[in-house]
């Protein structure tokens, strides 16, 4: 019976002694490889069953958030020099508003105090014209293409032919001395329509066309 419990009492020590030579690996210490731990990664989502597995795959998790981070704050750097290329439009933009703003002021005060002498008209302004107008005395008007007297005030020193039809198509200024003379004023797009003047008569060679004659 003894020699039993002492058979068994050396299959109990071998087979300890195998376990803590494997869990020893080829460590010269003596000291338990992380690698022969068991691990248990439920909690954690690691893959690793192992110490050494969780360890290495930690320490490769640990560089990847490295590099993200480094990658994120290059992401910074850019976004912050947009924002402020994004400031300087912004400024730049509120600067061209201003002037806009300054310009709209401006055109309505022009058009709030717009004279008739500040608008362009001809070599002159409309002032100019409607002054000179205004000194005209009209004395004859024709729509007919039969001739008709027309004969010049005895106070005259020169006349003004006017050919329209719903628009003024031409103006001619004549002199006294030349206004018994024969003469035309021709609408400048058509050529063949015109106020004829010929000693005392004068007509227009087209139905619609009016011929005006002032004096001063």
Do not use: C
């Amino acid at each position: 019976m003894s020699n039993v419990k002492a058979y068994l009492e050396d299959i109990v020590r071998d087979g300890l002694h195998d376990i803590a030579e494997a869990l020893k690996g080829s460590s010269p210490s003596g000291d338990v490889q992380a690698s022969h731990v068991i691990y248990d990664n439920t909690e954690s989502g690691l893959t690793s069953t192992r110490v050494q597995g969780a360890i290495d795959e930690l320490s490769t998790k640990a560089d990847t958030n490295t590099s993200d981070i480094s990658d994120l704050g290059d992401d910074v750097s850019d976004l912050t020099y947009r924002m402020g290329a994004a400031e300087g439009d912004i400024t730049s933009l509120d600067g061209r508003l201003d002037t806009a703003e300054g310009d709209i002021t401006a055109l309505e005060t022009w058009k709030n105090n717009l004279d008739a002498g500040d608008i362009p008209y001809g070599s002159g302004t409309v002032k100019d014209a409607l002054d000179e107008v205004h000194t005209w005395t009209k004395f004859g008007t024709t729509t007919s293409t039969t001739a008709s007297a027309l004969s010049i005030p005895a106070s005259a020193s020169e006349v003004l032919i006017v050919l329209k039809t719903s628009a003024v198509l031409a103006t001619a200024i004549i002199p006294k001395e030349e206004f018994n003379n024969s003469w035309s004023i021709k609408n400048p797009a058509d050529t063949t329509k015109e106020v004829y003047h010929s000693g005392s008569q004068w007509r227009v060679t087209a139905s619609g066309y009016t011929a005006d004659a002032y004096y001063r």
